[in-house]
């Protein structure tokens, strides 16, 4: 009876040897894993793990085909379904660690209310309340615009110098009128998204870096200006303030809602890498993330406007990384996950309420603050906050790691992770025994008799 290199398997297509069928049992009583099948990853490892799992129906691989990987078995219940049948997290991601940390941000805004009540209570109060809500809503947009290409996985770094050429424009042509002003600014601003969409869904590239190289582009159009540019029109949105900072309030809330949704979520961060960034992640995933891409540049030309409009003094043409920088650390204050996907609901508003409220109290104090500090610093804490979100946000069965074995060979397909509680290998080949000194065993000593 002969068997191969591995220990659980025999060639002659026989039994399994009781270790064998000790796991095999084990895994036969685990009513999530009906008939008996053992549940395995793509990769080779125990679903014990939580890597991945495939879908039910989903065809099995040859062993042959992809040498050095074990078959993975399909589970039951299409929850565990995935745009990508051999990636993901099986599970619905933990929305606890966003809760809380919102109720953080909550607090924040809730101090600065009351700060600025005590030292300043004229500067939340009629006109100045007015002011300070269109400032919010113009980062609220933003924000919304970052957040959205946070989602999708392609975070577009060209926000903040749309939204400064776009003020820029208004600011020279709203003479016209406010919709004449605003017309070419939207079209080129859809225009300049969807170049960085075709890059972005079609080469595959990160989209940080296509959205880099349209930051530049927007520069060059904002350099032509040698000075600051007043505002020609007398366009006044402090008329409305609350029905702007309300419907960027219920744009987030709502936008919270449906992200915190598992299916809507899932197909927004489809072009989240699960493995090699540079695989293509699917036509589906190219477009949602092309087209988060040019509605970001939407809202950063409507931001711009509010920004022109709302302001107390001309326009200057800075580069607008600035802006950039405040736009991502709203969003990743909020709870946006600098990989893509995963989001809070209610996180965005409350970071982007208490960012508005402390850079009108820093200026009501006189407190020299760069801008670009302020966002470098909302950027690195918001990159604290990702890292909260991935380490407590995924799904409970993932929490306590990876799979510690990703690093090991696999040297076949039955290959098994060594285990300290396995007993030796059992052969068919018996011990080889001492010849020295070994009496005759049918001699008369071994019976008690004597010979004759």
């Known amino acids: 009876m002969a068997y191969d290199d591995s220990i659980y398997r025999r060639r002659d297509g026989g039994g399994m040897d009781p270790v064998g069928a000790r796991e095999e049992s084990r895994y036969a009583r685990d009513p999530d894993y009906p008939d008996g099948a053992e549940p395995r990853t793509a990769g080779g490892h125990v679903a014990g793990r939580f890597m991945d799992r495939e879908p039910v129906g989903a065809a099995e691989p040859a062993a042959s085909a992809e040498p050095g990987r074990r078959r993975s078995v399909p589970t039951a219940g299409l929850e565990n379904v ?80 749309v939204a400064v050429a776009s003020a820029l424009h208004f600011a020279e042509n709203s003479d016209r009128g406010v919709l004449a002003a605003m017309i070419p600014a939207m079209i080129a601003a859809v225009a300049l998204g969807l170049l960085v969409a075709v890059l972005v869904a079609g080469l595959h590239v990160p989209g940080w870096a296509a959205g880099l190289a349209a930051a530049l582009a927007v520069v060059v159009f904002i350099e032509q200006r040698t000075g600051p540019v007043d505002v020609q029109g007398g366009y006044d949105p402090t008329r409305h303030a609350l029905y702007l900072f309300g419907g960027f309030a219920a744009a987030a809330v709502l936008a919270g809602l449906f992200g915190s949704i598992k299916a809507v979520r899932r197909t927004l961060g489809r072009f989240r890498p699960v493995g090699d960034p540079a695989v293509r992640r699917g036509a589906v995933a190219g477009i949602i993330a092309g087209g988060s891409v040019v509605l970001s540049m939407v809202f950063a030309m409507l931001a711009g406007v509010l920004l022109a409009a709302g302001g107390s003094g001309p326009v200057p043409p800075t580069t607008g990384i600035e802006w950039t920088g405040l736009a991502m650390g709203a969003a990743l204050l909020g709870g946006a996950s600098a990989f893509g996907r995963r989001g809070g609901i209610t996180g965005g508003l409350f970071a982007v309420v208490a960012l508005a409220l402390f850079i009108r109290y820093a200026d009501e104090r006189n407190l020299d603050i760069a801008p670009a500090a302020v966002a470098a610093v909302a950027v690195a804490a918001g990159l604290v906050v990702t890292r909260l979100v991935e380490s407590y946000g995924r799904p409970r069965s993932l929490i306590g790691g990876m799979a510690e074995w990703d690093d090991e060979p696999e040297p076949g397909p039955s290959w098994d992770p060594p285990r300290a509680d396995r007993p030796e290998a059992w052969t068919s080949s018996l011990p080889e025994q001492p010849t020295e000194n070994r009496s005759d065993p049918w001699g008369a000593d071994r019976w008690g008799g004597t010979d004759r």
């Open 82 to 161: 995935f745009d990508d049948p051999t990636h993901g997290e099986p599970g619905r991601d933990r929305l606890a660690v966003h809760l809380l940390w919102e109720l953080v941000l909550l607090v924040a805004a809730a101090v600065l209310v009351f700060l600025f009540n005590r030292d300043y209570p004229a500067a939340i109060r009629g006109d100045e309340l007015n002011s300070l809500l269109v400032f919010a809503a113009a980062v609220g947009l933003l924000s919304l615009g970052a957040s959205a290409t946070l989602r999708a996985g392609a975070p577009n770094l060209a926000v903040g110098p």
